[in-house]
């Protein structure tokens, strides 16, 4: 099995600026997940992208995912306070055990 | 549709001591996976079953175990407990495997004394 390293590990902006977070990992995968936690709703599974895809998009999230340079980054428009979470990508490659990082710990400032 | 459930919420034991932790997944999810989460270790993968078969095995000790039923209802159990075993234990439900998306229960707060 294999983690993702979420960069930076903490990342503090003001409502309505945008997010970037970054992710990588070692070895070939078949899709890349991202998670959010929070106090309030516990976590939360964001997005999927499989090895074939090179962006995706849900709502006010992008992601995107570079498997030449085994690297993928979230993008949050737009932010809310509500958004104050830590954020996690564990990558997965078939049946293998998928494992979380430290996670980013994003604060929005109201 | 329900989401995941775990019983017991909170949890309070003593050293060696044993628990059992509940887990009722989504249903029909076939694949269940526990997670030990700690400021200091952070979240940590425990097991994964799948038509009551463990299919993963974490880096913990023996002393704990899981299980998962014909209904896809999972138990985790925690024999001579530590002080280092208060954490926040969370299951996830899926639909095959864990590789794809998850749905987490609100998890189970376990504090030794």
């Known amino acids: 099995s294999q983690q993702g390293e979420e960069d930076p590990q903490a990342l503090s902006i003001q409502e309505g600026e945008n997010a970037t977070m970054n992710c990588s990992y070692k070895?070939?995968?078949?899709?890349l997940q991202w998670y959010r936690q929070n106090s309030g709703r516990g976590l939360v599974h964001l997005i999927l992208i499989r090895s074939n895809e090179r962006e995706k998009h849900s709502g006010r999230l992008r992601v995107t995912l570079d498997t030449s340079k085994k690297s993928s980054s979230l993008l949050i428009t737009a932010s809310r306070a509500a958004d104050t979470a830590s954020y996690f990508c564990?990558?997965?490659?078939?049946?293998?055990?998928?494992?979380f990082g430290i996670g980013t710990k994003l604060q929005v400032i109201p | 549709k329900a989401g995941v459930t775990q019983t017991p919420r909170y949890l309070i034991k003593t050293r060696g001591q044993q628990v059992t932790l509940s887990c009722s997944p989504i249903?029909?999810?076939?694949?269940v996976s526990w997670y030990q989460q700690t400021p200091g270790q952070g979240l940590q993968f425990l097991f994964e079953?799948?038509?009551?078969?463990?299919?993963n095995k974490g880096n913990f000790p023996g002393r704990f175990s899981g299980r998962q039923f014909s209904n896809s209802r999972s138990e985790m159990n925690v024999s001579t407990l530590e002080l280092g075993d208060s954490a926040l234990y969370l299951c996830a439900s899926s639909l095959q495997s864990s590789a794809n998306e998850q749905f987490f229960g609100p998890g189970t707060r376990l504090t030794v004394l």
């Open positions: 070895t070939s995968i078949n899709n």
């Open positions: 249903s029909g999810h076939r694949s």
């Open positions: 564990p990558p997965s490659g078939g049946y293998q055990k998928v494992t």
């Open positions: 079953y799948f038509s009551e078969t463990q299919r």
